[in-house]
């Protein structure tokens, strides 16, 4: 079925390095796609989707692009704060109100 | 409310008990998803409810879950006879339409050990 492999962690950055966490997917039609992010204590909270192949979400200094051909829908920052330690999740959906995540990625940003 | 809510936030039940865990969804939002996140794990879907219709209900791992929300506002979710393999953080999450895709917004969670 539909799914999401994402990078595993922990990922561990210094202040203001490019973070990069790896997302692929497996899907039989067209699914829009989503990154969550869990901060310590918190509910999760959508952090940017993106709805068809090369549409780019961004949020916070966050981005994704939505790439068919590679399957990826990979979240990147250029400069990551202590503020951005959070958990991470990818995630997939085939049809409205079907919502399929990743296991997640733990960062951690020290000062 | 201003979000999700969900009490309790952490249950500790003896296997066999029943627990319920509640779930306010934030005013007017149509739609209610249950969630069961395992540690270390993404949150796997139970359950779909558009007001007080359960929609999907192929997330729910037994019979010995069951969820309801007789008013199409707060929802309950209910273990009964829990074991250990349900321990785990329980999602609610709500959006405000079904007709198109809208943003699910979560609660903290619940918190469940089994002992």
């Known amino acids: 079925g539909d799914s999401v492999t994402q990078m595993e962690g922990p990922v561990t950055l210094s202040e203001e390095a490019f973070l990069t966490i790896n997302c692929t997917y497996t899907a039989t039609g067209y699914p829009s796609l989503f990154w969550y992010v869990q901060y310590p204590g918190e509910g999760l909270q959508l952090l940017l989707k993106?709805?068809?192949?090369?549409d780019k979400g961004s949020n916070k200094g966050f981005e994704a692009t939505y790439r068919k051909e590679t399957t990826s829908f990979h979240l990147e920052k250029g400069s990551v704060q202590v503020s951005d330690s959070a958990v991470y999740f990818c995630a997939l959906s085939p049809s409205i109100n079907d919502m399929r995540f990743g296991a997640g990625t733990r960062l951690t940003v020290k000062p | 409310g201003a979000g999700v809510s969900q009490s309790p936030r952490y249950k500790v039940a003896k296997r066999g008990q029943d627990v319920a865990l509640r779930c306010d969804p934030i005013?007017?939002?149509?739609?209610l998803f249950w969630y069961q996140q395992a540690l270390g794990q993404g949150p796997e879907f139970l359950t779909y409810f558009q007001n007080e219709a359960q929609l999907d209900k192929s997330g729910l791992p037994s019979d010995r879950f069951f969820a309801e929300r007789p008013e199409g506002s707060v929802s309950t979710l209910k273990i009964q006879r829990t074991q250990q393999e349900d321990s785990a953080v329980y999602l609610c999450?709500?959006?405000?339409?079904?007709?198109?895709?809208?943003?699910?917004?979560f609660g903290p969670g619940t918190r469940l050990t089994v002992l």
């Open positions: 999450a709500s959006s405000f339409d079904a007709s198109s895709y809208n943003e699910q917004f």
């Open positions: 993106a709805t068809k192949a090369d």
């Open positions: 005013s007017g939002h149509v739609s």
